[in-house]
């Protein structure tokens, strides 16, 4: 599995992931910095990539196209200090790496963490 680091993340996620052995890429590497959240999206699925973000827009696009890919994990937390959710992410991305390789949106919230398989359907 490997994680595409959204814009509204900062690059510092990349090590902090190196240390569980989980590749990463921040977008900022890969595409351009204001490139809006659907190029990003097709550039992860395409290339076999798991999108961490604190944008909603993700989930939404989702939910809207019916989409099976890519799998994004979304943190919805004031502060976004990667070293202080580091544990929870790392935890769920290992707990639910089998749903994010077949297609899944996880929800991390200080208080809860809830998975949904893709697509989407209202």
Do not use: C
């Not at 544990?87 to 809860?112: C, F, N, P, W």
């Amino acid at each position: 599995m490997k994680i595409l680091i959204d814009m509204n993340l900062s690059p510092s996620w990349r090590p902090l992931l190196a240390q569980y052995g989980i590749p990463s890429l921040h977008w900022s590497e890969v595409g351009n910095v204001s490139a809006p959240d659907r190029d990003i999206m097709q550039w992860a699925s395409e290339h076999g990539y798991v999108v961490l973000t604190n944008d909603l827009d993700f989930s939404a696009l989702l939910a809207f196209d019916e989409a099976t890919a890519p799998s994004v994990v979304q943190i919805r937390a004031k502060n976004l200090d990667p070293v202080k959710l580091q544990q929870v992410v790392v935890m769920a991305l290992q707990k639910y790496e089998t749903s994010l390789k077949q297609g899944a949106l996880i929800t991390i919230d200080v208080r809860k963490l809830r998975v949904n398989i893709l697509p989407i359907r209202g």
